[in-house]
């Protein structure tokens, strides 16, 4: 609760991105009055970025919906909360009585995992929907990660995390953490993490297709074509079977398939792949070699590598790398976490791949989601099965999602829809009815995710500052109103009763530091209200040795060489030709681009975000631009099999020839959306471009990286 008695300071961590920042909010009464870096918070240590400071923006936003809204003839209208849950379930019931439980479809998206009411609560939702089609931005982003994960260690939560606080050398591939704050590598204030590398001596190297503000702190920094990252690890690969440099370490004993990977980059020689990355064989050399003198070494890999055709081989050869030279559970190398509230719990995985597939295009499930790259599809596709409704998580797929036009004219066909968001956005105009939860400084907080993913042990709960306003409601207690009307079983009475504060208290209870563990530290016995009690923040130790204690898989043994990986490193090998065909003069390949200033679309509501300097440019090499007789922001038409769109130009020398950089999350222009963004900094959406038909085949997930289009001049 405030008090209005002169100003206040309020502790809690930012939720906006992955990086989670300690903030410290002066206030007095419902007047924010400042929003700086916690300094006492262990984790972050002041660390704070744009977004942080924004916080009291987004609470106070005017255009943020409130009460629930339901389209009618005239427009949306505002209605009570009993009426928008009946009618939401009235119709999901009536549509999955006439065509079946897979007639509704459900995506939930990235601001998800950033509230733990949503991370307890949307489960129980999915479960009384029984179906088959469940989506979420996963397959758009991190999806080769937990992929990855599952086939090797049992858990698609059991991803390995760069030890970044102790690491001597650190290779980043297609990763720009100084932008994105850390990514599946929760660290807050990353780029003094970055720096500390190079002051006690080490040294981190950026390999990605464009010179960014990461690359630009770097001791190094080398370009490599999008989408040939899978050759540039093969080629380590190589060397390392060649040289005999295999050091397995105190995992000796715990793994599996190594003679399986002897002959698996045999034909993948720096000689040979140096045409391909567009790395030279000196370079690639010299990254070995000196990746494997140092004794605390670690790779790390993201959205570049994620997003693209081999994003699932990319990942799996990082850990398989990383393992096999000693740096993989290890100080300084690549290691896991061990949260308070474990997301891999004590027992062995399940299955969770391939149990079923997508109706159209017949994609496997991975952990009870089908690729969201099917999504229109299977909304437009008539049969049996045809998604007839969605019910809309947080998520703005319209635009973030491949074809994202595409997806906006099939979201428009549908019986029914219900979004559950804050803002009248791209997508949920398509909704009947729009369900908004309370969010940020309302909300109490705890990182259930991105504690599991960060770069040391840490425990901190945030209470809301500030109470919500008559008439709403938290994320969680719209899923549970809906959960009850749309489950065919009486819930349990613990369901009933139980709210995000109870769960997360068991959670921590039976936790490795939880006082029923049989850890016997000083952590011992951590309770929420232990938790709480600490403002700042709880030190739980940096990342420790986990195996193979920490294995899931069945037999407990690190599976080095999956089958289906190495069926798929088969077909790679099949295309590996000693030459490749250069692109025509106007043809270049795509790659993204992230600001710190934004992570997803609705922060662009935020003026003091958005404003300044249009963002929303496609970056071209100037030598590239000068043979096309293209100015500086000019605007330009970037074409591709399933649209164009006009955008003007930003001219630099920061990316290598024949590649080009558009952001994701712009396009604030469709008709029907309550949001304030300026005309000026509304941008155009690079998804209105993308192919949905370009994924990874192995995971599923949307390769967005590398995708060959065509720049003309207007």
């Known amino acids: 609760m405030i008090n209005s008695k002169g100003p206040k300071t309020h502790f809690r961590v930012c939720n906006l991105c992955e990086a989670m920042c300690g903030l410290a909010i002066q206030h007095e009464g419902d007047q924010i009055l400042s929003i700086k870096g916690d300094e006492k918070d262990p984790f972050s240590k002041g660390a704070i970025c744009p977004k942080g400071a924004m916080m009291g923006e987004v609470y106070k936003d005017p255009d943020r919906l409130r009460k629930p809204l339901k389209k009618t003839s005239n427009g949306f209208v505002e209605i009570g909360w009993e009426e928008a849950f009946d009618e939401v379930a009235n119709r999901l019931n009536a549509i999955r009585s006439s065509h079946g439980n897979n007639a509704v479809g459900i995506y939930a998206g990235n601001p998800s995992v950033h509230n733990y009411g949503t991370m307890l609560f949307l489960g129980g939702l999915k479960k009384a929907l029984k179906t088959q089609n469940s989506f979420s931005a996963t397959s758009m982003d991190q999806l080769p990660h937990h992929f990855a994960a599952y086939f090797m260690f049992g858990s698609g939560m059991r991803v390995p995390i760069p030890d970044i606080d102790r690491t001597q050398y650190m290779i980043v591939m297609g990763a720009n953490p100084i932008a994105s704050n850390g990514s599946l590598m929760t660290a807050a204030g990353v780029d003094k993490r970055l720096k500390a590398i190079q002051k006690r001596g080490g040294k981190y190297v950026v390999i990605d297709p464009r010179k960014t503000e990461t690359s630009k702190l770097a001791d190094q920094h080398i370009f490599i074509k999008p989408a040939t990252d899978v050759y540039f690890l093969l080629a380590m690969m190589h060397l390392i079977f060649k040289n005999n440099s295999i050091k397995l370490g105190h995992l000796k004993q715990h793994v599996q398939g190594l003679d399986d990977l002897k002959n698996v980059a045999k034909s993948f020689s720096p000689e040979k792949v140096t045409h391909i990355t567009g790395i030279s064989v000196e370079d690639i ?8 003198a140092t004794e605390k070494a670690v790779i790390y890999g993201r959205m570049g590598v994620s997003t693209q055709d081999h994003g699932g081989l990319c990942h799996w050869l990082i850990n398989v790398i990383n393992l096999l030279t000693g740096h993989l559970d290890t100080i300084g190398g690549s290691m896991f976490t061990n949260p308070a509230v474990p997301l891999v719990r004590n027992k ?19 952990e009870g989601e089908i690729p969201v790259s099917t999504l229109a599809e299977e909304i437009t596709t008539e049969g049996e099965g045809q998604i007839k409704a969605m019910v809309i998580n947080a998520g703005n797929p319209v635009l973030s999602s491949p074809n994202g036009s595409q997806l906006d004219k099939a979201l428009s066909q549908l019986d029914f829809m219900v979004s559950i968001d804050i803002y009248l956005n791209e997508t949920s105009r398509q909704a009947d009815i729009i369900l908004p939860p309370t969010t940020g400084l309302e909300i109490d907080h705890y990182d259930l995710v991105f504690h599991a993913l960060a770069v040391s042990n840490d425990a901190k709960f945030s209470r809301a500052l500030f109470q919500p306003k008559y008439g709403q409601l938290h994320d969680w207690q719209i899923l549970k109103a809906l959960t009850k009307r749309l489950s065919k079983k009486k819930l349990s009475f613990f369901y009933r009763i139980s709210t995000p504060k109870i769960l997360l208290n068991l959670a921590l209870l039976t936790g490795p530091y939880g006082k029923f563990s049989s850890v016997t530290n000083f952590f011992s016995g951590l309770s929420l209200r232990k938790v709480r009690k600490s403002v700042h923040g709880i030190k ?33 090998n099949l295309k590996f030709k000693d030459s490749t065909t250069p ?35 496609v970056m071209i090499n100037s030598n590239d631009a000068e043979k096309l007789g293209i100015k500086n922001n000019e605007e330009v038409l970037v074409k591709s099999r399933v649209g164009s769109i006009k955008i003007p130009s930003e001219l630099t020398d920061s990316l290598m020839p024949g590649v080009i950089s558009i952001p994701h999350g712009f396009g604030h222009h469709k008709k029907g959306t309550q949001l304030k963004v300026a005309e000026a900094n509304a941008g155009v959406s690079v998804n209105d471009i993308t192919d949905d038909l370009r994924i990874d085949a192995l995971t599923g997930n949307a390769a967005f990286s590398g995708q060959i289009v065509e720049i003309v001049k207007l």
């Open 348 to 366: 062995k995985g399940k299955n969770s791949f391939d149990r079923w597939k997508s109706r159209v295009r017949g994609l496997p499930e991975f």
């Open 285 to 292: 050399y010299q990254i070995i070699e000196e990746y494997l």
């Open 583 to 617: 692109l025509a003069q106007n043809s270049f390949s795509m790659i993204g681009r992230r600001h710190l200033r934004s992570n997803n679309s609705w922060m662009h509501n935020t003026e003091k975000l958005i404003n300044g300097k249009n963002r929303c440019t």
């Open 540 to 572: 739980l130790g940096p990342l420790s040795t986990m195996f193979p204690e920490g294995l899931r898989t069945s037999n407990k043994k690190i599976h080095l060489a999956p089958e289906l990986f190495l069926i798929e490193l088969e077909k790679l």
